[in-house]
């Protein structure tokens, strides 16, 4: 069983967490281990296709890269937040039906 690796980020120098699955992946691809936190990959690619503008993370207050002007509308959540989110989102669509609140 693979457990979970705390690495350090060469861009941030912050400490996250290399879950399994992320080893599992970067195994089958044949890569090493992440050398940067997901926030900055994902900076990094978002700077890939254009510009990155810089905000406040709904969820936690940390700072948020994204890819599109932060507005006093639009909620912006660092990549962590994002993930944790995202996961909610499958695991809320995949556990049960959309239930009607009125
Ligand atoms: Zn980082
Ligand atoms: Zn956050």
Redesign the pocket.
């Known amino acids: 069983m693979i457990s979970e690796k705390i690495l350090k980020c060469r861009e941030c120098g912050r400490d996250f967490l290399f879950t399994p699955e992320e080893q599992a992946f970067y195994a089958a691809k044949g890569y090493g281990r992440p050398r940067r936190c997901k926030d900055c990959r994902r900076a990094a690619r978002l700077s890939k296709t254009g510009r990155v503008y810089s905000g406040v993370?709904?969820?936690?207050?940390?700072e948020?890269r994204v890819g599109f002007r932060p507005s006093r509308e639009t909620l912006v959540?660092?990549?962590?937040?994002?993930a944790?989110i995202a996961a909610e989102r499958r695991s809320f669509k995949s556990a049960r039906p959309r239930q009607g609140r009125k």
């Open positions: 993370c709904a969820a936690c207050g940390k948020a959540y660092c990549g962590d937040c994002w944790q």
